[in-house]
Protein backbone atom coordinates (compact mmCIF):
# COMPACT_ATOMS: atom_id res chain seq x y z
CA UNK A 1 0.00 0.00 0.00
CA UNK A 2 1.00 3.18 -0.78
CA UNK A 3 1.91 5.49 2.69
CA UNK A 4 1.02 8.62 3.22
CA UNK A 5 5.10 10.16 2.90
CA UNK A 6 5.21 8.58 -1.14
CA UNK A 7 1.83 9.86 -1.67
CA UNK A 8 1.81 11.65 -5.34
CA UNK A 9 0.35 15.09 -5.29
CA UNK A 10 -0.38 15.29 -8.77
CA UNK A 11 -3.57 15.70 -10.28
CA UNK A 12 -6.52 18.02 -8.24
CA UNK A 13 -7.52 17.91 -5.17
CA UNK A 14 -11.11 16.62 -4.49
CA UNK A 15 -13.01 18.93 -2.21
CA UNK A 16 -16.55 17.18 -1.21
CA UNK A 17 -18.65 20.20 0.79
CA UNK A 18 -20.62 19.24 3.31
CA UNK A 19 -20.93 15.76 2.32
CA UNK A 20 -23.73 13.83 4.40
CA UNK A 21 -22.70 9.88 4.41
CA UNK A 22 -19.99 8.15 5.69
CA UNK A 23 -20.71 5.83 2.81
CA UNK A 24 -20.27 8.12 0.19
CA UNK A 25 -16.89 9.17 1.19
CA UNK A 26 -15.65 6.23 1.21
CA UNK A 27 -16.89 5.21 -2.20
CA UNK A 28 -15.38 8.55 -3.36
CA UNK A 29 -11.84 7.60 -2.04
CA UNK A 30 -11.96 4.31 -3.51
CA UNK A 31 -13.22 6.37 -7.08
CA UNK A 32 -10.01 8.56 -6.15
CA UNK A 33 -7.91 5.59 -6.01
CA UNK A 34 -8.94 3.78 -8.92
CA UNK A 35 -7.90 6.96 -10.90
CA UNK A 36 -4.71 7.90 -9.16
CA UNK A 37 -6.34 10.73 -7.17
CA UNK A 38 -4.64 10.88 -3.56
CA UNK A 39 -5.75 14.55 -2.22
CA UNK A 40 -9.36 14.47 -0.46
CA UNK A 41 -10.06 17.86 1.41
CA UNK A 42 -14.10 17.57 3.23
CA UNK A 43 -15.39 20.89 4.33
CA UNK A 44 -17.46 20.39 7.69
CA UNK A 45 -18.25 16.63 6.88
CA UNK A 46 -21.27 15.42 8.75
CA UNK A 47 -19.39 12.02 9.68
CA UNK A 48 -15.81 11.39 9.62
CA UNK A 49 -13.93 10.22 6.76
CA UNK A 50 -12.47 7.70 9.18
CA UNK A 51 -15.86 6.38 10.94
CA UNK A 52 -16.10 2.39 9.95
CA UNK A 53 -18.80 3.05 7.53
CA UNK A 54 -16.03 5.38 5.13
CA UNK A 55 -13.32 2.83 5.47
CA UNK A 56 -15.59 0.16 4.99
CA UNK A 57 -17.01 1.90 1.35
CA UNK A 58 -13.45 2.66 0.51
CA UNK A 59 -12.72 -1.28 0.05
CA UNK A 60 -8.84 -0.41 0.58
CA UNK A 61 -8.40 2.85 0.02
CA UNK A 62 -7.73 3.95 3.71
CA UNK A 63 -4.83 5.64 2.47
CA UNK A 64 -7.04 8.28 1.10
CA UNK A 65 -9.30 9.08 4.22
CA UNK A 66 -6.52 8.51 7.04
CA UNK A 67 -4.82 11.65 4.83
CA UNK A 68 -7.98 13.57 4.39
CA UNK A 69 -7.84 16.74 5.09
CA UNK A 70 -10.93 18.75 7.00
CA UNK A 71 -11.58 22.46 6.91
CA UNK A 72 -14.75 24.56 8.60
CA UNK A 73 -15.76 26.79 5.13
CA UNK A 74 -15.12 26.52 1.40
CA UNK A 75 -12.98 29.13 1.45
CA UNK A 76 -10.34 27.74 3.80
CA UNK A 77 -10.29 24.61 1.98
CA UNK A 78 -9.00 26.28 -1.39
CA UNK A 79 -7.23 28.73 0.09
CA UNK A 80 -3.84 27.44 -1.51
CA UNK A 81 -5.43 26.61 -4.42
CA UNK A 82 -5.19 28.85 -7.76
CA UNK A 83 -7.75 27.35 -10.29
CA UNK A 84 -10.97 26.17 -8.76
CA UNK A 85 -13.51 24.07 -10.65
CA UNK A 86 -16.74 23.69 -9.02
CA UNK A 87 -19.37 20.45 -10.38
CA UNK A 88 -23.19 21.40 -10.82
CA UNK A 89 -25.98 19.34 -12.30
CA UNK A 90 -28.09 22.30 -12.57
CA UNK A 91 -27.69 25.34 -14.26
CA UNK A 92 -28.30 28.41 -11.88
CA UNK A 93 -28.24 32.17 -13.14
CA UNK A 94 -24.29 32.24 -12.97
CA UNK A 95 -22.23 34.14 -15.33
CA UNK A 96 -19.78 31.83 -15.78
CA UNK A 97 -17.51 29.19 -18.46
CA UNK A 98 -18.82 25.60 -18.21
CA UNK A 99 -16.56 22.83 -19.30
CA UNK A 100 -16.95 19.29 -19.73
CA UNK A 101 -15.25 16.61 -17.49
CA UNK A 102 -13.38 16.43 -20.38
CA UNK A 103 -12.14 19.67 -21.20
CA UNK A 104 -11.61 20.83 -17.45
CA UNK A 105 -9.47 18.06 -17.02
CA UNK A 106 -7.62 18.74 -20.52
CA UNK A 107 -7.33 21.90 -18.62
CA UNK A 108 -5.40 20.57 -15.57
CA UNK A 109 -3.19 18.63 -18.00
CA UNK A 110 -2.17 21.89 -19.96
CA UNK A 111 -1.34 23.83 -16.76
CA UNK A 112 1.15 21.68 -14.61
CA UNK A 113 2.39 25.34 -12.94
CA UNK A 114 -1.45 25.63 -11.18
CA UNK A 115 -3.17 23.88 -8.21
CA UNK A 116 -6.85 23.12 -8.89
CA UNK A 117 -9.44 21.92 -6.47
CA UNK A 118 -12.57 20.53 -8.23
CA UNK A 119 -15.90 21.45 -5.17
CA UNK A 120 -18.29 19.07 -4.83
CA UNK A 121 -21.52 19.37 -3.32
CA UNK A 122 -24.04 17.32 -0.54
CA UNK A 123 -25.72 14.54 -2.02
CA UNK A 124 -29.11 16.23 -1.81
CA UNK A 125 -28.52 19.84 -2.70
CA UNK A 126 -25.36 20.02 -4.62
CA UNK A 127 -23.24 22.89 -4.16
CA UNK A 128 -24.60 26.11 -2.84
CA UNK A 129 -24.51 29.20 -5.16
CA UNK A 130 -21.96 31.15 -2.35
CA UNK A 131 -19.40 28.38 -3.47
CA UNK A 132 -20.12 28.49 -7.21
CA UNK A 133 -19.26 31.51 -7.15
CA UNK A 134 -16.05 30.73 -5.84
CA UNK A 135 -15.19 28.88 -8.64
CA UNK A 136 -13.15 29.89 -12.13
CA UNK A 137 -15.58 27.59 -13.91
CA UNK A 138 -18.24 25.08 -13.67
CA UNK A 139 -17.88 21.01 -14.39
CA UNK A 140 -21.28 20.02 -16.17
CA UNK A 141 -20.55 16.12 -16.53
CA UNK A 142 -22.94 16.29 -20.05
CA UNK A 143 -25.22 13.26 -18.99
CA UNK A 144 -29.10 12.24 -20.08
CA UNK A 145 -30.94 14.88 -19.07
CA UNK A 146 -34.08 13.08 -18.45
CA UNK A 147 -31.99 11.63 -15.33
CA UNK A 148 -28.95 13.47 -14.49
CA UNK A 149 -28.88 13.11 -11.17
CA UNK A 150 -25.35 11.19 -10.19
CA UNK A 151 -24.34 9.81 -6.87
CA UNK A 152 -21.45 11.75 -5.08
CA UNK A 153 -18.97 9.22 -5.46
CA UNK A 154 -19.69 8.53 -9.23
CA UNK A 155 -19.67 12.24 -9.89
CA UNK A 156 -16.17 12.35 -8.59
CA UNK A 157 -15.59 8.92 -9.96
CA UNK A 158 -16.02 10.49 -13.72
CA UNK A 159 -14.56 13.30 -13.03
CA UNK A 160 -11.08 11.55 -11.51
CA UNK A 161 -11.27 9.15 -14.57
CA UNK A 162 -11.32 12.16 -17.23
CA UNK A 163 -8.54 13.41 -15.65
CA UNK A 164 -6.40 9.67 -15.17
CA UNK A 165 -7.33 9.01 -19.18
CA UNK A 166 -5.09 12.36 -19.64
CA UNK A 167 -2.59 11.40 -17.50
CA UNK A 168 -1.93 8.68 -18.34
CA UNK A 169 -2.49 8.47 -22.03
CA UNK A 170 -2.67 4.77 -22.54
CA UNK A 171 -2.88 3.12 -25.56
CA UNK A 172 -6.09 2.84 -26.52
CA UNK A 173 -5.61 -0.87 -28.19
CA UNK A 174 -3.67 -3.54 -27.55
CA UNK A 175 -3.36 -7.19 -28.73
CA UNK A 176 -2.35 -9.61 -26.16
CA UNK A 177 -1.24 -12.57 -26.90
CA UNK A 178 0.45 -14.24 -24.15
CA UNK A 179 4.01 -15.90 -25.05
CA UNK A 180 3.30 -17.22 -28.12
CA UNK A 181 3.75 -14.57 -31.63
CA UNK A 182 2.00 -13.76 -34.45
CA UNK A 183 2.27 -16.93 -37.05
CA UNK A 184 4.10 -15.30 -40.07
CA UNK A 185 2.39 -14.79 -43.59
CA UNK A 186 4.84 -18.30 -44.50
CA UNK A 187 3.06 -20.13 -41.97
CA UNK A 188 -0.11 -19.26 -42.62
CA UNK A 189 0.43 -19.71 -46.77
CA UNK A 190 1.27 -23.21 -45.50
CA UNK A 191 -1.55 -23.75 -43.52
CA UNK A 192 -3.78 -22.40 -45.83
CA UNK A 193 -2.41 -24.52 -48.37
CA UNK A 194 -2.94 -27.80 -46.33
CA UNK A 195 -6.42 -27.36 -45.88
CA UNK A 196 -7.27 -26.04 -49.31
CA UNK A 197 -5.22 -29.46 -50.62
CA UNK A 198 -7.36 -31.80 -48.12
CA UNK A 199 -10.55 -30.16 -48.98
CA UNK A 200 -9.52 -30.15 -53.04
CA UNK A 201 -9.27 -34.11 -52.14
CA UNK A 202 -12.00 -35.10 -50.62
CA UNK A 203 -13.99 -33.62 -53.38
CA UNK A 204 -16.02 -30.72 -51.71
CA UNK A 205 -15.17 -28.81 -55.02
CA UNK A 206 -17.72 -29.61 -57.19
CA UNK A 207 -17.03 -26.50 -59.10
CA UNK A 208 -14.63 -24.05 -60.02
CA UNK A 209 -16.63 -20.98 -58.99
CA UNK A 210 -17.11 -22.88 -55.44
CA UNK A 211 -13.44 -23.37 -55.07
CA UNK A 212 -12.99 -19.98 -55.98
CA UNK A 213 -15.83 -18.81 -53.97
CA UNK A 214 -14.26 -21.21 -50.59
CA UNK A 215 -10.85 -20.55 -51.05
CA UNK A 216 -11.17 -16.66 -50.68
CA UNK A 217 -13.39 -16.94 -48.00
CA UNK A 218 -11.12 -19.63 -45.72
CA UNK A 219 -8.44 -17.36 -46.69
CA UNK A 220 -10.27 -13.91 -45.84
CA UNK A 221 -10.91 -15.80 -42.17
CA UNK A 222 -7.39 -16.88 -41.25
CA UNK A 223 -6.18 -13.80 -42.16
CA UNK A 224 -8.19 -11.37 -41.00
CA UNK A 225 -7.82 -12.95 -37.31
CA UNK A 226 -4.08 -11.95 -36.86
CA UNK A 227 -3.72 -16.14 -35.94
CA UNK A 228 -1.32 -16.95 -33.35
CA UNK A 229 1.51 -19.85 -33.72
CA UNK A 230 -0.31 -21.32 -30.52
CA UNK A 231 -3.15 -20.71 -32.35
CA UNK A 232 -2.15 -22.26 -35.82
CA UNK A 233 -0.73 -25.68 -33.84
CA UNK A 234 -4.50 -25.90 -32.28
CA UNK A 235 -6.38 -25.48 -35.97
CA UNK A 236 -3.40 -28.12 -37.08
CA UNK A 237 -4.24 -30.72 -34.48
CA UNK A 238 -7.88 -30.14 -34.93
CA UNK A 239 -7.81 -30.81 -38.87
CA UNK A 240 -5.00 -33.99 -38.13
CA UNK A 241 -7.57 -35.64 -35.86
CA UNK A 242 -10.28 -35.05 -38.06
CA UNK A 243 -10.75 -38.04 -40.94
CA UNK A 244 -11.59 -36.11 -43.74
CA UNK A 245 -12.39 -38.35 -46.37
CA UNK A 246 -9.63 -38.56 -49.41
CA UNK A 247 -11.68 -38.73 -52.41
CA UNK A 248 -9.15 -38.15 -55.12
CA UNK A 249 -7.41 -41.91 -53.45
CA UNK A 250 -10.45 -43.52 -53.23
CA UNK A 251 -11.11 -42.67 -56.80
CA UNK B 1 -40.87 9.02 -17.25
CA UNK B 2 -39.87 6.99 -20.16
CA UNK B 3 -42.76 4.29 -21.30
CA UNK B 4 -40.96 0.97 -22.47
CA UNK B 5 -43.07 1.62 -26.03
CA UNK B 6 -40.99 4.77 -26.22
CA UNK B 7 -37.68 3.34 -24.69
CA UNK B 8 -34.90 4.57 -27.62
CA UNK B 9 -32.49 1.00 -28.29
CA UNK B 10 -29.74 2.79 -29.68
CA UNK B 11 -26.66 1.96 -28.04
CA UNK B 12 -25.01 -1.01 -26.73
CA UNK B 13 -26.71 -3.57 -24.57
CA UNK B 14 -25.62 -3.91 -20.81
CA UNK B 15 -25.71 -7.79 -19.79
CA UNK B 16 -24.14 -8.52 -16.28
CA UNK B 17 -23.49 -11.84 -16.07
CA UNK B 18 -24.66 -13.56 -12.93
CA UNK B 19 -24.42 -10.31 -10.98
CA UNK B 20 -24.75 -11.29 -7.04
CA UNK B 21 -26.44 -7.96 -5.13
CA UNK B 22 -30.28 -6.81 -5.85
CA UNK B 23 -28.65 -3.19 -4.90
CA UNK B 24 -25.46 -3.55 -7.82
CA UNK B 25 -28.58 -4.22 -10.42
CA UNK B 26 -30.65 -1.18 -9.32
CA UNK B 27 -26.77 1.50 -8.93
CA UNK B 28 -26.34 -0.23 -12.74
CA UNK B 29 -29.34 0.73 -13.88
CA UNK B 30 -29.38 4.09 -12.65
CA UNK B 31 -26.19 4.39 -14.51
CA UNK B 32 -27.49 3.19 -17.61
CA UNK B 33 -29.98 5.81 -16.97
CA UNK B 34 -27.48 8.29 -16.36
CA UNK B 35 -26.17 7.63 -20.03
CA UNK B 36 -29.01 6.99 -22.28
CA UNK B 37 -28.72 3.30 -22.30
CA UNK B 38 -31.83 1.69 -21.88
CA UNK B 39 -31.19 -2.33 -22.36
CA UNK B 40 -30.51 -4.27 -19.71
CA UNK B 41 -29.86 -8.34 -19.83
CA UNK B 42 -29.11 -9.86 -16.96
CA UNK B 43 -27.72 -13.65 -17.13
CA UNK B 44 -28.63 -16.07 -14.09
CA UNK B 45 -29.04 -13.29 -11.52
CA UNK B 46 -29.05 -14.08 -8.09
CA UNK B 47 -31.33 -11.49 -7.22
CA UNK B 48 -34.39 -10.43 -8.73
CA UNK B 49 -34.25 -6.77 -10.85
CA UNK B 50 -37.81 -6.00 -9.48
CA UNK B 51 -36.71 -6.83 -5.80
CA UNK B 52 -37.52 -3.91 -3.39
CA UNK B 53 -33.53 -3.46 -2.89
CA UNK B 54 -32.93 -3.64 -6.66
CA UNK B 55 -35.81 -1.10 -7.06
CA UNK B 56 -34.47 1.44 -4.38
CA UNK B 57 -30.88 1.36 -5.03
CA UNK B 58 -32.16 2.53 -9.27
CA UNK B 59 -33.08 5.76 -7.55
CA UNK B 60 -36.20 5.94 -10.09
CA UNK B 61 -34.58 4.03 -13.03
CA UNK B 62 -37.25 1.67 -12.51
CA UNK B 63 -38.23 1.38 -16.14
CA UNK B 64 -34.60 -0.13 -17.15
CA UNK B 65 -35.22 -2.89 -14.57
CA UNK B 66 -38.75 -3.63 -15.72
CA UNK B 67 -37.62 -3.84 -19.10
CA UNK B 68 -34.80 -6.38 -18.30
CA UNK B 69 -34.40 -9.49 -19.81
CA UNK B 70 -33.17 -12.59 -18.21
CA UNK B 71 -31.74 -15.26 -19.70
CA UNK B 72 -30.41 -19.06 -18.07
CA UNK B 73 -26.63 -18.76 -20.13
CA UNK B 74 -24.42 -16.31 -21.39
CA UNK B 75 -24.52 -17.97 -25.21
CA UNK B 76 -28.28 -17.01 -24.88
CA UNK B 77 -27.93 -13.92 -23.52
CA UNK B 78 -25.82 -13.08 -26.74
CA UNK B 79 -27.34 -14.54 -29.22
CA UNK B 80 -28.89 -11.62 -31.19
CA UNK B 81 -25.84 -9.17 -31.02
CA UNK B 82 -23.29 -9.49 -33.79
CA UNK B 83 -20.12 -8.15 -31.66
CA UNK B 84 -19.85 -8.60 -28.04
CA UNK B 85 -17.20 -6.54 -25.85
CA UNK B 86 -16.21 -8.57 -22.67
CA UNK B 87 -14.90 -6.06 -19.71
CA UNK B 88 -12.03 -7.53 -17.66
CA UNK B 89 -9.89 -5.74 -15.13
CA UNK B 90 -7.08 -8.72 -14.98
CA UNK B 91 -5.06 -10.15 -18.03
CA UNK B 92 -5.74 -13.66 -18.36
CA UNK B 93 -4.13 -15.21 -21.53
CA UNK B 94 -6.66 -14.53 -23.86
CA UNK B 95 -5.41 -13.87 -27.47
CA UNK B 96 -7.79 -11.01 -27.98
CA UNK B 97 -7.69 -7.61 -28.74
CA UNK B 98 -7.68 -5.24 -25.69
CA UNK B 99 -9.21 -1.87 -25.99
CA UNK B 100 -9.82 1.13 -23.87
CA UNK B 101 -13.43 2.13 -22.81
CA UNK B 102 -12.84 5.34 -25.33
CA UNK B 103 -12.07 3.00 -28.32
CA UNK B 104 -14.35 0.32 -27.64
CA UNK B 105 -17.42 3.10 -27.70
CA UNK B 106 -15.96 5.48 -30.94
CA UNK B 107 -15.95 1.75 -32.37
CA UNK B 108 -19.85 1.44 -31.38
CA UNK B 109 -20.32 4.69 -32.43
CA UNK B 110 -18.85 3.96 -35.71
CA UNK B 111 -20.57 0.64 -36.45
CA UNK B 112 -24.73 1.62 -35.87
CA UNK B 113 -25.52 -1.25 -38.24
CA UNK B 114 -24.40 -3.77 -35.41
CA UNK B 115 -25.84 -4.61 -32.23
CA UNK B 116 -23.32 -4.36 -29.52
CA UNK B 117 -23.62 -6.45 -26.23
CA UNK B 118 -21.03 -5.25 -23.03
CA UNK B 119 -20.18 -8.23 -21.07
CA UNK B 120 -19.55 -7.30 -16.72
CA UNK B 121 -19.16 -10.56 -14.78
CA UNK B 122 -20.10 -10.92 -11.18
CA UNK B 123 -19.23 -9.02 -8.73
CA UNK B 124 -16.08 -10.83 -6.77
CA UNK B 125 -14.21 -12.67 -9.87
CA UNK B 126 -15.37 -10.71 -13.00
CA UNK B 127 -15.98 -13.16 -16.20
CA UNK B 128 -14.87 -16.63 -16.38
CA UNK B 129 -12.69 -17.00 -19.21
CA UNK B 130 -15.46 -19.44 -20.65
CA UNK B 131 -17.60 -15.97 -21.28
CA UNK B 132 -14.38 -13.96 -22.21
CA UNK B 133 -13.66 -16.04 -24.97
CA UNK B 134 -16.84 -15.52 -26.78
CA UNK B 135 -15.86 -11.26 -26.82
CA UNK B 136 -14.97 -10.19 -30.23
CA UNK B 137 -12.62 -7.97 -27.88
CA UNK B 138 -11.89 -7.04 -24.66
CA UNK B 139 -12.67 -3.46 -22.79
CA UNK B 140 -10.22 -3.36 -20.09
CA UNK B 141 -10.59 0.10 -18.47
CA UNK B 142 -6.99 2.08 -17.97
CA UNK B 143 -7.27 2.63 -13.97
CA UNK B 144 -4.71 2.78 -11.40
CA UNK B 145 -2.86 -0.72 -11.33
CA UNK B 146 -2.31 -0.29 -7.90
CA UNK B 147 -6.13 -0.17 -7.01
CA UNK B 148 -8.41 -1.27 -10.01
CA UNK B 149 -11.36 -2.80 -8.91
CA UNK B 150 -14.22 -1.12 -9.59
CA UNK B 151 -17.73 -1.76 -8.31
CA UNK B 152 -19.71 -2.93 -11.10
CA UNK B 153 -22.39 -0.47 -11.35
CA UNK B 154 -19.25 2.36 -11.46
CA UNK B 155 -17.38 -0.51 -13.97
CA UNK B 156 -20.60 -0.06 -16.22
CA UNK B 157 -21.01 3.82 -15.64
CA UNK B 158 -17.81 4.06 -17.12
CA UNK B 159 -18.49 2.46 -20.03
CA UNK B 160 -21.85 3.76 -20.45
CA UNK B 161 -20.44 7.76 -19.77
CA UNK B 162 -17.54 7.21 -22.38
CA UNK B 163 -19.92 5.81 -25.37
CA UNK B 164 -22.55 8.69 -24.50
CA UNK B 165 -20.07 11.54 -24.97
CA UNK B 166 -19.44 10.22 -28.11
CA UNK B 167 -23.10 9.95 -28.73
CA UNK B 168 -24.01 13.56 -28.25
CA UNK B 169 -20.83 15.06 -28.88
CA UNK B 170 -21.81 18.05 -26.12
CA UNK B 171 -19.75 21.07 -26.74
CA UNK B 172 -17.04 21.10 -24.61
CA UNK B 173 -17.38 24.47 -22.85
CA UNK B 174 -20.06 26.95 -22.89
CA UNK B 175 -20.38 30.47 -21.19
CA UNK B 176 -23.45 30.93 -19.49
CA UNK B 177 -24.94 34.85 -19.02
CA UNK B 178 -29.04 33.72 -18.53
CA UNK B 179 -30.57 36.59 -19.89
CA UNK B 180 -27.64 39.54 -20.07
CA UNK B 181 -25.90 39.74 -22.91
CA UNK B 182 -21.71 40.39 -23.13
CA UNK B 183 -20.85 44.30 -22.95
CA UNK B 184 -19.34 45.49 -25.80
CA UNK B 185 -16.40 47.13 -26.37
CA UNK B 186 -17.38 50.56 -26.30
CA UNK B 187 -19.12 50.02 -22.85
CA UNK B 188 -16.04 48.18 -21.32
CA UNK B 189 -14.15 51.43 -22.70
CA UNK B 190 -16.65 53.69 -21.24
CA UNK B 191 -16.12 51.91 -17.57
CA UNK B 192 -12.71 51.42 -17.83
CA UNK B 193 -12.30 55.44 -18.45
CA UNK B 194 -14.48 55.78 -15.70
CA UNK B 195 -12.32 53.92 -13.07
CA UNK B 196 -9.09 55.56 -15.09
CA UNK B 197 -10.73 59.13 -14.19
CA UNK B 198 -11.64 58.75 -11.11
CA UNK B 199 -8.07 56.51 -9.92
CA UNK B 200 -6.39 60.01 -11.69
CA UNK B 201 -8.51 62.12 -9.62
CA UNK B 202 -7.98 60.73 -6.39
CA UNK B 203 -4.29 61.46 -6.40
CA UNK B 204 -3.14 57.59 -6.54
CA UNK B 205 -0.73 57.93 -9.71
CA UNK B 206 2.13 59.74 -8.13
CA UNK B 207 4.21 58.55 -10.81
CA UNK B 208 3.75 58.27 -14.56
CA UNK B 209 5.17 54.21 -14.51
CA UNK B 210 3.14 53.68 -11.65
CA UNK B 211 -0.09 54.65 -13.89
CA UNK B 212 0.86 53.13 -17.09
CA UNK B 213 1.18 49.93 -14.93
CA UNK B 214 -1.89 50.03 -12.86
CA UNK B 215 -3.96 51.10 -15.80
CA UNK B 216 -2.16 48.12 -18.28
CA UNK B 217 -3.49 45.99 -14.88
CA UNK B 218 -7.17 47.13 -14.68
CA UNK B 219 -7.56 47.50 -18.99
CA UNK B 220 -6.76 43.21 -18.73
CA UNK B 221 -8.51 42.17 -15.62
CA UNK B 222 -11.93 43.85 -16.98
CA UNK B 223 -11.21 42.25 -20.89
CA UNK B 224 -10.23 39.18 -19.69
CA UNK B 225 -13.25 38.23 -17.66
CA UNK B 226 -15.75 38.77 -20.56
CA UNK B 227 -17.98 41.29 -18.48
CA UNK B 228 -21.76 41.26 -19.07
CA UNK B 229 -23.57 44.09 -18.77
CA UNK B 230 -25.70 42.62 -15.87
CA UNK B 231 -22.14 42.40 -13.95
CA UNK B 232 -20.93 46.15 -15.19
CA UNK B 233 -24.13 47.84 -13.96
CA UNK B 234 -22.63 45.99 -10.36
CA UNK B 235 -19.55 47.63 -10.86
CA UNK B 236 -20.57 50.82 -11.63
CA UNK B 237 -22.91 50.65 -8.49
CA UNK B 238 -19.71 49.88 -6.66
CA UNK B 239 -17.59 52.81 -7.69
CA UNK B 240 -20.61 55.23 -7.53
CA UNK B 241 -21.54 54.31 -4.49
CA UNK B 242 -17.46 54.36 -2.98
CA UNK B 243 -16.48 57.85 -1.78
CA UNK B 244 -13.63 58.38 -3.96
CA UNK B 245 -11.40 61.06 -2.35
CA UNK B 246 -11.55 63.67 -5.28
CA UNK B 247 -7.93 65.27 -4.44
CA UNK B 248 -7.46 66.93 -7.56
CA UNK B 249 -10.75 69.14 -6.54
CA UNK B 250 -9.12 69.63 -3.12
CA UNK B 251 -5.93 70.76 -4.74
Known amino acids: MT ?17 QLAENIGMTARAMLNCGLYQMRLVAPKESPLSEKALAASSGADIILQNAQIYPSTEEAIADCDCIYATTARRRGMIKPIYTANFATQEIINQPQHRYGILFGPERTGLHNDDVCLANAIIEIPLNPEHCSLNLSQAVLLVAYEWYQKFISAPQQQFVKGKTEFADKEKITLFLKTIEDKLENSGIFTQPEKRQHMVINLRNIFTRCHITEQELNTLYGVINHLNIPNHSQKS
Open 3 to 19: TSSTMPDKGPIIILVNP
